[in-house]
């Protein structure tokens, strides 16, 4: 289940806490301003000065298009997961087998899963993110040829960074 | 009656004696005259808490208030007001606090909850969109803030739930605990959190799902993207979200308004050692924002990296408790200062008031008028195992601790000694900075509702020293001079009423007042959006002078007069000895007379009638005529 589509990157340490994605993911989906709407959800913990925004992986395969019952999930073009309302009995499947509880029920009446769609290739959280914690990867595949040790050590060093981004770097 | 667009739509009532609660709708009519949050609340307490209500008895209530714009995503973070009478003062207490409870009680759909009576047993509420739970909080009696938040997320088994709580300070009816939002945003100042405890209620946990529209989105998207422009424009921007408010301590330095001993040095040789800066070069090692909806985060993380503290963390300083336990009392030594800020927070305290009363304490010793062994301990300036000791001792009320635990009014005529250097207003604490370098900010600490404080006010626009912007803004180049005098009565009248929208709206000083994003006009337009209701630019100043008319209302039934508006005598008679203000006092008089004649209101600092009824506050003349307080014209 590792990412392999574009999806929504989280870089941590620059995430302040904001809500700001949530509110405009749920703007953009719903119309209207909630937290509970939105297909991103921050967590925080404030004695550790900490905020994490959780955010579909776009898995694939994805566990919860494979295990929905009614075919109500399927990816399209980008690999996003898309929700089709009409099909979905919100037999919460795809909310219990999500990996990283990133597929959350509508929180009203849970008649369908909220799961990030990527806007249709231009993400509103990322657009209006205001300390770019958020980006869209597309997983870009950087080949390097370390030349020594040292620059080794460095680029191994500096892959969860560069993951972070959603970058693989390969050692040619 | 339909929703209003923005607000949650309904206020929330609790009765703690007899364990129900009500929604009621919220009246629409009042919403357009009082905004929201410090507006709606200084209403309810007009009428709801009549003169001679015991601070501390059931009678008293506590309202808590969100705003209109708190739930959009619009970058001004999002805050609340916690309003009551106040155990400190005996007048108008209300405080305000960057805080997530803020958004989350409007997505619950209240945008004001009040709390009336006293609970029998220790309880904590649960308030969510179907009702409120009262939960048994025997258990947590003694918690410290920090550990109440931690038991009640674990208790309610979700971390979004956002928790308002007291700690042991408040319990033992220190008369200066505040409430603390997301275990470090304090409502701290005028013991909101005193209130709270004596009605047995140890924390306030909300949680909701619901979610708010406006009536006109593309319009306020406009609005919202041109205040992000002037946020992000603005050069303030870097230094803000760097430092946050801990940068005021250098400048503090570099103007000389600093509180060095006790108001005794206005400028000190280690402020550097002590500054924002040098937190921000060597302790911080995060930013977060302490609200949704804000893009300018300044709420530090930081981190003791080295030396005998090495691992303590937290959140902030905010420059208040950072220039209150290190220059206020002469500490040098930082890494202490940062434990003991931790530990007033924790126990639950306002840092401004405890740093006050420490070191008045400290100077009654150095005039001699108190010893070490009637103190209980080694009374020295800036002996940080002092500090430590004096804020548990106060917290618990041991010791003298038990004098200071009622604020420096009350433990100068208690003691009956040093009451000329009780640094206080109206029974509210004096902050950080010597109004004898800050005019107007001093004037502002004079008339301010609540006691002396700045944030009633915030005149930042004087310390500019630009005359040019002095004469556009308010036809006196001395408005924009600190040190100017004349035209300081505009100058407070101005932000006064800008200050009290911006509270009303629940949105961050920082940005939507000091650097100016929300202007009135700015401020009907989002209205406008977001409501539907037509305001204008005039109408909008006019809700600010409403909100300070009542606030003024308040204290003139409870007694204040001009004599009440008064600042220490040091600050009026003792030229500063030091620093580039050296040599100055505070001219009051002058100022005080401009402030009251733009106002509207007699040179005794009561309203005119007239005023009164121009703002639509005609009740309240009449409710002031019917108990005998005579009012001009
Ligand atoms: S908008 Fe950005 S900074 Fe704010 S909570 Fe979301 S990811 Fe974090
Ligand atoms: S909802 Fe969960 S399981 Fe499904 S694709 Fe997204 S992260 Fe994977
Ligand atoms: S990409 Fe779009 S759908 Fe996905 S979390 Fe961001 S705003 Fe929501």
Redesign the pocket.
């Known amino acids: ?1 590792e ?1 392999k589509g574009i ?1 929504v990157v989280v870089d941590p340490s620059k995430c302040v806490g904001c809500n700001i994605c949530e509110l405009w993911c749920s703007y953009e989906h719903e119309g209207v301003f909630s937290r509970s709407l939105s297909r991103i959800s921050v967590i925080t913990y404030e004695r550790l000065g900490f905020d994490y925004p959780v ?6 395969p ?4 494979e295990l929905c019952p009614t075919g109500a ?1 399927s990816k399209g073009k980008l690999g996003e ?1 898309n929700l089709d309302k009409g099909k979905c009995i919100g037999c919460r499947v ?2 219990e ?7 959350r029920m509508e929180p009203r009446e849970a008649r369908y ?1 909220l ?2 769609d990527l806007c249709g290739g231009e993400p509103m959280c990322v657009a209006r993110c205001p300390t770019n914690a958020l980006s869209l990867s597309k997983v870009t595949n950087v080949k390097v040829k370390p030349r020594n040790a040292a620059e080794a050590f460095a680029i191994s060093e500096l892959r969860k960074l560069a993951d972070e981004w959603g970058v693989d770097v390969d050692e040619a | 009656m339909t929703r209003l667009k923005g607000y949650g739509g309904k206020v929330l009532r609790v009765d703690l004696t007899h364990r129900t609660y009500r929604a009621e709708e919220l009246d629409p009519s009042l919403a357009k005259a009082f905004i929201g949050g410090r507006g709606l609340n200084a209403y309810r307490l007009y009428w709801e808490v009549p003169p001679g209500v015991d601070p501390l008895g059931p009678e008293n209530k506590l309202m808590i208030a969100t705003g209109p714009l708190v739930g959009f995503p619009h970058g001004l973070g999002s805050r609340l007001n916690v309003t009551s009478r106040s155990p400190l003062t005996g007048l108008l207490g209300d405080s305000n606090a960057g805080t997530h409870f803020s958004e989350e009680m409007k997505f619950a759909g209240y945008d004001q909850i009040i709390i009336e009576g006293r609970s029998e047993r220790p309880v904590y509420l649960y308030i969510t969109e179907s009702g409120v739970e009262f939960m048994d909080a025997e258990g947590l009696w003694g918690f410290t803030v920090s550990q109440t938040h931690e038991a009640i997320r674990h208790e309610l088994g979700d971390q979004r739930v956002q928790v308002g709580a007291v700690g042991p300070a408040a319990e033992n009816l220190v008369k200066f605990a505040g409430v603390f939002f997301n275990v470090y945003r304090a409502a701290g100042r005028t013991g909101m959190g005193t209130v709270l405890a004596s009605k047995n209620v140890k924390a306030i946990a909300v949680r909701g799902d619901g979610y708010i529209e406006a009536e006109n989105v593309d319009e306020l998207i406009k609005v919202i993207d041109e205040m992000l422009r002037r946020i992000y424009e603005n050069p303030q921007y870097w230094p803000r979200r760097i430092m946050g408010t801990s940068r005021v301590l250098m400048a503090g330095q570099r103007l000389g308004f600093l509180p060095g001993r006790h108001f005794q040095d206005p400028v000190v040789d280690y402020a550097y050692d002590v500054s924002g800066e040098r937190l921000a070069r060597e302790y911080n090692v995060k930013v977060r924002a302490c609200s949704a909806g804000c893009a300018l985060p300044c709420a530090r993380f930081f981190m003791i990296k080295r030396g005998p503290l090495a691992g303590l963390m937290g959140e902030g300083p905010e420059y208040e408790p950072l220039g209150g336990f290190t220059v206020r009392v002469g500490n040098r030594d930082l890494d202490r200062a940062l434990k003991i800020i931790l530990k007033v927070a924790d126990y639950g305290m306002d840092a401004i008031t405890t740093s006050e009363v420490i070191a008045w304490l400290m100077e009654l010793r150095q005039r001699g008028e108190i010893t070490d062994e009637e103190a209980g301990v080694k009374l020295e300036w800036g002996n940080p195992d002092t500090i430590e000791e004096l804020v548990d001792m106060i917290a618990y009320r041991r010791g003298i601790g038990k004098v200071l635990a009622e604020g420096v009014k009350r433990a100068s005529e208690m003691l009956n000694r040093g009451k000329d250097i009780a640094f206080h207003v109206k029974g509210l604490e004096m902050i950080q900075a010597d109004p004898r370098a800050l005019k107007g900010y001093g004037l502002g600490f004079a008339v301010a509702s609540r006691g002396a404080d700045h944030l009633r006010s915030e005149p930042f626009v004087e310390v500019e020293d630009d005359p040019e912007l002095g004469k556009k803004m308010f036809g006196e180049p001395e408005a924009a001079m600190r040190l100017g005098v004349k035209g300081k009565g505009k100058l407070i009248n101005y932000f006064e009423d800008l200050n009290a929208i911006v509270d009303s709206f629940e949105s961050c000083k920082n940005t939507a007042e000091n650097m100016l994003i929300l202007d009135f006009d700015m401020a009907a337009r989002a209205y406008t959006a977001i409501t539907g209701i037509h305001v204008t630019e005039s109408e909008m100043r006019e809700a600010g002078m409403r909100i300070v008319n009542i606030e003024r209302a308040y204290l003139v039934r409870e007694g204040v007069r001009r004599s009440h508006d008064r600042l220490p005598k040091r600050f009026l008679e003792e030229p500063l000895r030091s620093g580039p203000a050296k040599g100055h006092v505070i001219e009051l008089d002058v100022m005080l007379d401009e402030y009251y004649d733009v106002r509207g209101w007699t040179r005794d600092g009561v309203p005119r009638r007239s005023t009164l009824l121009r703002l639509g506050l005609k009740e309240v003349a009449m409710d002031l005529e019917a108990r005998g307080i005579k009012l001009e014209d």
């Open positions: 289940m990412s999806h955010v579909c992986q776009q898995c694939e994805a566990p919860c298009v999930l997961v795809c909310s087998v999500c990996p990283y509880g990133a597929a899963p799961i990030c």
